[in-house]
């Protein structure tokens, strides 16, 4: 991330076909190609959540990333919340 640019957080939950079709891989995958820090994870009612933090642009395109999300994902809605951050390094799959 460019110097002295501020870091933005946002929390995205992504509904639909989401589970099983390797969206939390791409999704770290697309994060570490942008420069995004944070992490994803599967949740119980068959969602996916995401938490990106970085530069406004490169967040912005995870959010982005996340409407279409992998080939065989077939996304119905995403809700995007912003969060303040917590100064997270990497990107990692969670349980």
């Not at 938490?51 to 119905?76: D, K, L």
Request: with cysteine.
């Amino acid at each position: 991330m460019p110097a002295g640019e501020p870091t933005i957080c946002r929390r995205v939950v992504v509904e639909g076909r989401v589970q099983g079709v390797w969206f939390r891989d791409s999704c770290r995958s697309e994060s570490e190609r942008v420069g995004v820090a944070g992490w994803v994870r599967n949740r119980w009612g068959g969602e996916v959540e995401a938490w990106f933090e970085g530069s406004e642009t490169s967040v912005e395109a995870m959010v982005a990333w996340c409407r279409h999300g992998p080939p065989r994902a077939i996304v119905t809605k995403v809700s995007v919340n912003t969060e303040p951050p917590h100064g997270l390094t990497g990107f990692r799959i969670t349980a």
